[in-house]
């Protein structure tokens, strides 16, 4: 899929700009503060109806103007859709698809599918567990609507077991009553786990193959599940009812669950040694885009469709090679970079920005 054209009125420092853009790679080149951020979000406002960098709506809307459209023509396998969404001041949104609002957000999802990619994803590997589940949990929703229903349910029922664990006087009280919960969280535990574990199972190879490519062949990164993990959900969930019980005491002197799919991570290792103790930067940083730049193929299986890709600033964190490599894998689907500075002006349609307005040279 890709956008064919992009028309922004009153969003951010926008007037009014019409743009378009070819189907393969987009090179937006600007000063610091001149826009291309806010053209990327206007982009990923369209995929999944809310703003990458905040939760207000209003704000994208130009501060001296009281409403905002973004509107673009999305060009699929299956024809050409029109995706468009109104913002106003007193804080309703509209979003159209082919001139027809659509009832629920949810319609639009998988309409246009974009991988949005900035600097801070560099850090992916490095950071706190937290953001690698947030990688697996983003991903695998995006898929399966199911899990994204486990997921909450999951929350639900451990923020209950959390209560009790602070609520019980004594042990004594809690053993009576925390094996109904146990059992329920262990439940919906073992389905998030299985369905993790397929995932990473799925994206393993192809990002050992980015990896390789990105690291010309001299290192073999492995990731995998790192939690509770077995053949199937009955194997999971016995181990995780066990678990549950064995730090039974543990919990109630902590007051939280301390263990589950809340805790767990991915392990990720490099030649067999574990890439977050022993990496350097740069390998770590290479890890990392090669986890991102693995959910295209993974978006492309699924859908059919390659998704677009927007590459947000994240040139001037990387090596000269890496770099090379990097637009080398953004000339083969449609692709938006954003940088200060290009290297590469025979690569793809370059656009200047300066202070909302966009050009193409
Ligand atoms: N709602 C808004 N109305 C007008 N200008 C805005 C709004 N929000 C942000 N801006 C301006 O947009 C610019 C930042 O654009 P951005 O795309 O983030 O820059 P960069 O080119 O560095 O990526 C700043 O000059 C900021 O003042
Ligand atoms: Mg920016």
Not at 272 to 298: H, N, P, Y
């Given at each position: 899929m890709y956008v064919e054209e992009l028309e922004l009125i009153n969003f951010r420092n926008y007037e009014h700009q019409k743009i378009n853009f070819n189907n393969k790679l987009n090179v937006i080149v600007g000063k610091n503060a001149q826009g291309k951020t806010n053209l990327i979000e206007a982009i990923f406002l369209l995929a999944i109806g809310r703003s990458p960098r905040t939760?207000?709506?209003?704000?994208?809307?130009?501060?001296?103007?009281?409403r905002a459209i973004v509107k673009m023509k999305l060009v699929k396998n299956s024809g050409s859709k029109t995706l468009e969404i109104r913002l106003n001041k007193t804080g309703t949104k509209t979003i159209l698809i082919n001139g027809l609002p659509i009832r629920?957000?949810?319609?639009?999802?998988?309409v246009l599918n974009v991988i949005y990619f900035f600097?801070?994803?560099?850090?992916l590997i490095k950071e706190a567990p937290q953001d690698r589940r947030r990688f697996m949990d983003v991903d695998i929703s995006q898929a399966s609507r199911n899990y994204f229903f486990l997921l909450q349910t999951y929350e639900k029922v451990l923020m209950q077991r959390n209560k009790l664990l602070k609520n019980s006087s004594t042990m004594e009280v809690l053993k009576q009553t925390v094996g109904i919960w146990n059992e329920q969280l262990a439940d919906v535990a073992s389905k998030i786990i299985i369905s993790r574990i397929k995932f990473l199972n799925k994206l393993a190879p192809i990002v050992q193959k980015c990896h390789a490519y990105l690291s010309d062949d001299n290192e073999k990164l492995d990731i995998s599940y790192q939690?509770?993990?077995?053949?199937n959900t009955e194997e999971i969930k016995n181990i995780l009812i066990e678990k549950l019980q064995q730090n039974l005491q543990k919990d109630f002197e902590l007051g939280?669950?301390?263990?589950?799919p809340h805790r767990d991570d991915i392990k990720i290792t490099l030649n067999g040694v574990d890439i977050r103790s022993f990496g350097s930067q740069g390998q770590q940083r290479t890890a990392s885009l090669s986890l991102k730049l693995a959910e295209i193929q993974i978006f492309e299986e699924e859908t059919k469709e390659k998704p677009i890709l927007l590459l947000d600033?994240?040139?001037?964190?990387?090596?000269p090679d890496r770099q090379r490599k990097l637009i080398n894998i953004a000339t083969k689907q449609q692709s938006f970079l954003t940088c200060?500075?290009?290297?590469?002006?025979?690569?793809g349609d370059i656009y200047n920005i300066k202070d909302g307005n966009c050009i193409k040279s």
């Amino acid at each position: 899929m890709y956008v064919e054209e992009l028309e922004l009125i009153n969003f951010r420092n926008y007037e009014h700009q019409k743009i378009n853009f070819n189907n393969k790679l987009n090179v937006i080149v600007g000063k610091n503060a001149q826009g291309k951020t806010n053209l990327i979000e206007a982009i990923f406002l369209l995929a999944i109806g809310r703003s990458p960098r905040t939760t207000k709506d209003k704000e994208m809307i130009n501060w001296d103007k009281d409403r905002a459209i973004v509107k673009m023509k999305l060009v699929k396998n299956s024809g050409s859709k029109t995706l468009e969404i109104r913002l106003n001041k007193t804080g309703t949104k509209t979003i159209l698809i082919n001139g027809l609002p659509i009832r629920r957000i949810s319609e639009l999802i998988s309409v246009l599918n974009v991988i949005y990619f900035f600097p801070e994803d560099l850090k992916l590997i490095k950071e706190a567990p937290q953001d690698r589940r947030r990688f697996m949990d983003v991903d695998i929703s995006q898929a399966s609507r199911n899990y994204f229903f486990l997921l909450q349910t999951y929350e639900k029922v451990l923020m209950q077991r959390n209560k009790l664990l602070k609520n019980s006087s004594t042990m004594e009280v809690l053993k009576q009553t925390v094996g109904i919960w146990n059992e329920q969280l262990a439940d919906v535990a073992s389905k998030i786990i299985i369905s993790r574990i397929k995932f990473l199972n799925k994206l393993a190879p192809i990002v050992q193959k980015c990896h390789a490519y990105l690291s010309d062949d001299n290192e073999k990164l492995d990731i995998s599940y790192q939690g509770v993990v077995g053949k199937n959900t009955e194997e999971i969930k016995n181990i995780l009812i066990e678990k549950l019980q064995q730090n039974l005491q543990k919990d109630f002197e902590l007051g939280y669950t301390s263990v589950g799919p809340h805790r767990d991570d991915i392990k990720i290792t490099l030649n067999g040694v574990d890439i977050r103790s022993f990496g350097s930067q740069g390998q770590q940083r290479t890890a990392s885009l090669s986890l991102k730049l693995a959910e295209i193929q993974i978006f492309e299986e699924e859908t059919k469709e390659k998704p677009i890709l927007l590459l947000d600033d994240v040139l001037s964190e990387l090596d000269p090679d890496r770099q090379r490599k990097l637009i080398n894998i953004a000339t083969k689907q449609q692709s938006f970079l954003t940088c200060t500075d290009y290297p590469f002006d025979t690569v793809g349609d370059i656009y200047n920005i300066k202070d909302g307005n966009c050009i193409k040279s």
